[in-house]
C-alpha cells in the first residue's frame, strides 16, 4: 500500500468528508465532471451523519450518501480507492434506478446548499442547538458557536420534515463565511427564531414523572421510584416544550437569573443530556467531585452517546453573569442580560408549588436516584415510540 492510497492516516471525520468531496468526479463518468458536490450534517433522531450529495445542474433533489460507514472503514484500513469505487457505485445505481423510474421520494432530500447558504432562506429558519465543548472539541473546530462552562451554544437550519422526520443542517465556518456575519449576529438571530418556535418549559420533576407514567409508559413497574415522591427533592427540569434538543434553552436570556431567583441558596445545573438540564438546589449531601461522579456515571450506564452533553456539574453567579464548570476552571461570561429580558414566573408557567419545590433542598441518595429515573423516563418515552 503505497501512501497514496491513505493520504494521511490520521484524517478525521471532517477531513476524510472533504477528501471525498474534492476527489470524487475521479471516479465518476465525464458526464458527471460539472455536477455540484456538498458534504452536509444532517440531524435525524438518532444523532447527526455526516451527508453527501451530488446533483446535476438540472436537478433541484439529489440522492443522500452518508459518510460516517466509509470513514469507519477508512480507520479499520480500508484503502481509499476502494471506498471512493464504492461511494461512486452508489451514486451509478441511484442515476440508474432513477432512469427506470424505481427512484422515490424517499431516497433524496432538497437541494441542500442551496438551501442552507441563502441567508434570506437561513436567517428565518436558523435556531439554537447545543453540544457539549469536551466531548465534542473536534466538531466545535468546525463551527460558529458560543461558550458558556462546558457547553456550547451552535447553530442549524431546520429543512423541514420528510416522511414524519426531522432534518436540519448545520452552520459551519465555511457557511457562516459565505453568509458574512458574526458569530454574535448568528446567535440573535437564532435565539430570536428558538424563543419563538421553542418556548421554554420548566417543571419540577415529580409533575413530569408523574404525567409521563400516566400518559406514555407501557409499564410503570420499570420505575424504580414513586413519581409522587420526586417533587421532595427539589429537581426541576430546564427544556423546551418539545424536550428536544431543549438544554438550548440554557442561552435564553434570562432564564438563569430566574432560576437564581428561586433558589436564594445557589443552585448546580445538572447537564443531564442534550435534551434537558437539571437543576438542583444546593445542599451539603455531595461536593462538586461527587456530583461530576454521579453524572459521569448515568452519562455511561444510561445516556446514549450522541445524546451526552456533559460529564461537569455547573454553577452560576448571578453578580458576574458567569456560568462555570467548578472542575474544569473554566469561565465564562454570561451574554448579556437586561432587565427587561428577564421572564417572570408565569412567562415560564411556573406555579408556586414548583417554585416552593426547587426552593426546597435535595437530599440524599435521592438525588442520583431522581437523576437515573428522569433518563429511563426518557429511554421509555423513546420505545413507547412517542
Keep these: 500500500m503505497t501512501m497514496s492510497d491513505r493520504i494521511n492516516e490520521n484524517m478525521d471525520l471532517f477531513e476524510f468528508c472533504e477528501y471525498v468531496e474534492t476527489n470524487i468526479k475521479a471516479y465518476l463518468p465525464e458526464a458527471y465532471q460539472d455536477w455540484d458536490t456538498d458534504i452536509s450534517e444532517l440531524f435525524k433522531a438518532t444523532g447527526s451523519k455526516m451527508a453527501f450529495t451530488i446533483k446535476s445542474p438540472d436537478e433541484n433533489v439529489a440522492p443522500v450518501i452518508y459518510l460516517d460507514d466509509f470513514y469507519s472503514l477508512y480507520k479499520e484500513g480500508s484503502e481509499l480507492p476502494q471506498l471512493m469505487n464504492q461511494i461512486s457505485d452508489l451514486q451509478l445505481e441511484y442515476d440508474a434506478q432513477k432512469k427506470n423510474d424505481t427512484v422515490f421520494g424517499r431516497n433524496s432530500v432538497p437541494d441542500i446548499r442551496n438551501m442552507v447558504e441563502n441567508w434570506e432562506y437561513a436567517k ?15 466538531m466545535l473546530a468546525h463551527r460558529p458557536h458560543l461558550k458558556m462552562g462546558d457547553i456550547a451554544a451552535i ?28 458569530t454574535e449576529e448568528l446567535h440573535a438571530q437564532a435565539l430570536k427564531n428558538s424563543e419563538s ?17 400516566v400518559t406514555d409508559a407501557p409499564d410503570i413497574s420499570e420505575y424504580p421510584v414513586d413519581a409522587m415522591e420526586l417533587g421532595s427533592s427539589g429537581l426541576i427540569v430546564l427544556s423546551n416544550q418539545e424536550i428536544f434538543r431543549g438544554a438550548s434553552v440554557l442561552f435564553y436570556p434570562g432564564i438563569l437569573d430566574q432560576v437564581s431567583a428561586m433558589c436564594p441558596n445557589g443552585f448546580y445545573i445538572i447537564p443531564s443530556s442534550v435534551h434537558e438540564l437539571l437543576i438542583c438546589p444546593k445542599n451539603d449531601y455531595f461536593t462538586d467531585r461527587e456530583m461530576d461522579e454521579i453524572i459521569e456515571s448515568v452519562n455511561s450506564e444510561i445516556v446514549r452517546p450522541d445524546e451526552q452533553l456533559s460529564d461537569f456539574v455547573h454553577e452560576y453567579d448571578p453578580a458576574s453573569k458567569i456560568l462555570y464548570a467548578p ?5 465564562y461570561k454570561l451574554l448579556e442580560v437586561s432587565k427587561d429580558d428577564v421572564l417572570k414566573p408565569e412567562t415560564l408557567g411556573l406555579t408556586d408549588d414548583i417554585c416552593n419545590s426547587m426552593r426546597s433542598a435535595a437530599g440524599g441518595d435521592e438525588l442520583s436516584q431522581a437523576i437515573k429515573t428522569e433518563q429511563q423516563r426518557r429511554m421509555m418515552k423513546k420505545r413507547a415510540g412517542r
Design 124 to 138: 428565518e429558519n436558523i435556531v439554537l442547538d447545543v453540544a457539549g465543548c469536551t466531548k465534542n472539541a473536534e
Design 155 to 182: 447553530y442549524k437550519i431546520e429543512m423541514g420534515q420528510n416522511e414524519g422526520r426531522h432534518y436540519s443542517a448545520p452552520v459551519t465556518n465555511a457557511v457562516k463565511a459565505r453568509y458574512g456575519v458574526t
Design 197 to 213: 418556535r421553542f418556548p421554554v418549559q420548566i417543571s419540577d420533576m415529580g409533575s413530569v414523572l408523574e404525567k409521563m407514567l
Design 327 to 331: 472542575a474544569l476552571s473554566q469561565n
